[in-house]
T-cell receptor, first 109, second 116 residues
Framework: GQNIDQPTEMTATEGAIVQINCTYQTSGFNGLFWYQQHAGEAPTFLSYNVLDGLEEKGRFSSFLSRSKGYSYLLLKELQMKDSASYLCAVRDGDYKLSFGAGTTVTVRA | GAVVSQHPSWVICKSGTSVKIECRSLDFQATTMFWYRQFPKQSLMLMATSNEGSKATYEQGVEKDKFLINHASLTLSTLTVTSAHPEDSSFYIC????????????FGPGTRLLVL
């Protein structure tokens, strides 16, 4: 099975940087995903890591260390629209995704 | 990016009735689709994996006779909640695996079910 942990809530100021950590213990690993989910909507894909290191996509970056079972999502130059839940998900060899409980990020003016 | 649609987006029904939810991949063929359920302020829980032309694989604790899944084509999977009860009220989300490149799952917009 999969055990995925991430903080419940984080608050930051507009224009700031926030880092959301995710740790996982899995029986199989075939990639780690980050999704953004606004209230009442379906998740949207943000990033994917399967090798160790940093993947950068605009204001969002994601890091993976497989040996440590650790990932983080870095959100830079925060905007009000970034207020959402951020889901860490681990994919196994059967392409199934197991999700963490999500981190609710609140961006304040 | 790939687009996945779901229909209906909202449904309210009486207890005991059956509800069918459709999930379509609009611009790609999806050999595998996944059905999730999400209760308020909780994360997505995988219910079942649906493969085109074969029986769905259900996760532990999910009743296959209550949640009927049909994946008749490479672009359509349906979930039927049979004899729905108030405890089945939830947000049901499907995703489709694109089968190429990153093998990313793309999510539909979700269906909110309220059983009275």
């Amino acid at each position: 099975g999969q055990n995925i942990d991430q903080p419940t809530e984080m608050t930051a100021t507009e224009g700031a940087i926030v880092q959301i950590n995710c740790t996982y213990q899995t029986s199989g690993f075939n990639g780690l995903f980050w999704y953004q989910q606004h209230a009442g909507e379906a998740p949207t894909f943000l990033s994917y890591n399967v090798l160790d290191g940093l993947e950068e996509k605009g204001r969002f970056s994601s890091f993976l260390s497989r040996s440590k079972g650790y990932s983080y999502l870095l959100l830079k130059e925060l905007q009000m629209k970034d207020s959402a839940s951020y889901l860490c998900a681990v994919r196994d060899g059967d392409y199934k995704l197991s999700f963490g409980a999500g981190t609710t990020v609140t961006v304040r003016a | 990016g790939a687009v996945v649609s779901q229909h209906p987006s909202w449904v309210i029904c009486k207890s005991g009735t059956s509800v069918k939810i459709e999930c379509r991949s609009l611009d790609f063929q999806a050999t595998t689709m996944f059905w999730y359920r999400q209760f308020p302020k909780q994360s997505l829980m995988l219910m079942a994996t649906s493969n085109e032309g074969s029986k769905a694989t259900y996760e532990q604790g999910v009743e296959k006779d209550k949640f009927l899944i049909n994946h008749a084509s490479l672009t359509l999977s349906t979930l039927t909640v049979t004899s729905a009860h108030p405890e089945d009220s939830s947000f049901y989300i499907c995703s489709a695996r694109d089968g190429t490149g990153l093998e990313t799952q793309y999510f539909g917009p979700g269906t909110r079910l309220l059983v009275l």
